[in-house]
T-cell receptor
C-alpha cells in the first residue's frame, strides 16, 4: 500500500539555524499539507499546497516558513530561523483528487536547542 | 480554526469492552475524519464521513456524522490490547485544512 514518507525522522538544530523537512507524497496525490504537533497537544494545520502554490495557511505559518515542491516529487517545509518554540513533530499529509481523505507520514521530530 | 471538543479525554477499559467517544463543534463541518495515533508515529486514518447522518463501519469501528453536522462519534466494539492509542477526530469546513480535536487516550488492559 502506498505510503507518505518523511525525512529525516529526527532533526536537532540550534536556535537561529535553517532546517528543511522533506516529504515524498503518495504518487498520484495532488494536495499536500504540513501539520505540526507540539508534544502532548493536538495536531495543528500549517499550510496546504496545490498546483504549485499555497492554497491555505494558518496563523502559525508566518514568514519564517516556506514550502515548495522543487522537483515534482519531494514536498519540503523550510523554517528559516528556528526558534525554541518550533520544537514539535511535523507531519506531511497528502490527498488525492476528488476525495477528502488525508494520509499522514510518520513525521519528523524537530528539536531546537 | 474552529474549536473541537473531544470527549472523554482518556479512557481506561478492560479487553472486550465497547468504547464510545465523540466530538462536538460550535460550527458546521462538511467532513469528519477519525484518526488513531500511536506514540511517536503519524495519525492513521480510520474512517471518513461525508454526509450528515452517515453511519460507517470499518471492522470493529463504527462512526457517525451527526445530523446537525456539528458532531460525530466513534465506537469501538470488543476492544483488544492493540486498540491502545490516541484517537483524534478532525473536521473540514470550507477548505481542506483539518481541524483536530485534542484526542481521546485509550488504554486497554488484558
Amino acid at each position: 500500500e502506498p505510503e507518505v514518507t518523511q525525512t529525516p525522522s529526527h532533526q536537532v538544530t540550534q536556535m537561529g539555524q535553517e532546517v528543511i523537512l522533506r516529504c515524498v507524497p503518495i504518487s498520484n496525490h495532488l494536495y499536500f499539507y504540513w501539520y505540526r504537533q507540539i508534544l502532548g497537544q493536538k495536531v495543528e494545520f500549517l499550510v496546504s499546497f496545490y498546483n504549485n502554490e499555497i492554497s491555505e495557511k494558518s496563523e502559525i505559518f508566518d514568514d519564517q516558513f516556506s514550502v515548495e515542491r522543487p522537483d515534482g516529487s519531494n514536498f519540503t517545509l523550510k523554517i528559516r530561523s528556528t526558534k525554541l518554540e518550533d520544537s514539535a513533530m511535523y507531519f506531511c499529509a497528502t490527498q488525492g483528487f476528488g476525495v477528502y481523505e488525508q494520509y499522514f507520514g510518520p513525521g519528523t521530530r524537530l528539536t531546537v536547542t | 480554526g474552529q474549536q473541537l471538543n473531544q470527549s472523554p479525554q482518556s479512557m481506561f477499559i478492560q479487553e472486550g469492552e465497547d468504547v464510545s467517544m465523540n466530538c462536538t463543534s460550535s460550527s458546521i463541518f462538511n467532513t469528519w475524519l477519525w484518526y488513531k495515533q500511536d506514540p511517536g508515529e503519524g495519525p492513521v486514518l480510520l474512517i471518513a464521513l461525508y454526509k450528515a447522518g452517515e453511519l460507517t463501519s470499518n471492522g470493529r469501528l463504527t462512526a457517525q456524522f451527526g445530523i446537525t453536522r456539528k458532531d460525530s462519534f466513534l465506537n469501538i466494539s470488543a476492544s483488544i490490547p492493540s486498540d491502545v492509542g490516541i484517537y483524534f477526530c478532525a473536521g473540514q469546513d470550507s477548505g481542506y485544512a483539518l481541524n483536530f480535536g485534542k484526542g481521546t487516550s485509550l488504554l486497554v488492559t488484558p
